[in-house]
């Protein structure tokens, strides 16, 4: 089955500063990465996905990266502001047929004001 | 207000003793499914159910079950045969789509807040 390690497991950055969270898989078949935060005490929440039909895809400050060769995939965040602060976790799945996601370890990131 | 309602958000419970975890949903999604989550390990699948009167076990189903009679229910019994039931549960939802008469599944997991779970 996939297999998704993330790096790092905690990470703080200065306020305006970048953070880049990273992420591998194992399945070559995977072709669905999402991205989920988990605010302190609350749920987890979708904030970006990508298919592998694309190489980088971006939502304002977000944007994610996919090297399929590699099979790593990334979370850039720029102009970390303190709303940042929470765990992030990335995911891999066949976006199709495949109804399990298998999700990475997580990464605390912490903004430093 | 459409959404994914857990309970309890805390609930202890003695040893030897099962419990069962609420989940109830009313964004008609078909598939539900409940991870457990704890420091350092991310969120690892228990189970999960594309349609009403099917369900599949995830990773880590020992000593868990679960059963869904309703569309928009699908609780989760931890028995007194798991033998680290202490964490966090999540359930989540997700849109299923049908390609070439098979069910699929698209997108977004949407998440409820949580029941955490002490075993004393």
């Known amino acids: 089955g996939e297999n998704v390690e993330q790096h790092p497991s905690t990470l703080s950055v200065q306020e305006g500063d970048s953070a880049v969270i990273k992420c591998t898989y194992s399945?070559?078949?995977?072709?669905?990465f999402p991205w989920y935060k988990q605010e302190l005490g609350k749920r987890p929440q979708l904030i970006i996905d990508?298919?592998?039909?694309?190489g980088e895809k971006k939502d304002q400050r977000i944007a994610v990266t996919l090297n399929k060769t590699a099979k790593h995939f990334s979370l850039h965040i720029t102009e970390t502001q303190p709303e940042d602060s929470a765990v992030y976790f990335c995911?891999?799945?066949?976006?199709?047929?495949?109804?399990?996601?298998?999700f990475g370890t997580g990464t605390r990131l912490t903004i430093i004001p | 207000d459409g959404g994914i309602t857990q309970s309890p958000k805390y609930l202890f419970r003695k040893e030897g003793q099962n419990v069962t975890l609420s989940c109830e949903q009313n964004?008609?999604?078909?598939?539900m499914y409940w991870y457990r989550q704890d420091p350092g390990q991310g969120l690892r699948l228990i189970y999960y159910?594309?349609?009403?009167?099917?369900?599949q076990k995830g990773d880590i189903a020992e000593g868990y079950s679960v059963s869904r009679e309703k569309k928009e229910s699908f609780p989760l019994t931890v028995t007194s045969a798991q033998k680290n039931p202490t964490a966090f549960y999540l359930c989540?939802?997700?849109?299923?789509?049908?390609?070439?008469?098979?069910?699929?599944?698209?997108?977004?997991?949407?998440f409820g807040e949580g029941s955490r779970l002490t075993v004393l």
């Open positions: 995911a891999a799945s066949m976006s199709f047929g495949n109804e399990k996601l298998t």
């Open positions: 989540a939802s997700r849109v299923s789509g049908t390609s070439g008469g098979a069910t699929r599944f698209t997108g977004e997991l949407f």
């Open positions: 990508i298919r592998s039909n694309v």
């Open positions: 159910s594309q349609i009403v009167n099917d369900f």
């Open positions: 964004l008609n999604h078909d598939a």
């Open positions: 399945d070559s078949a995977s072709n669905y």
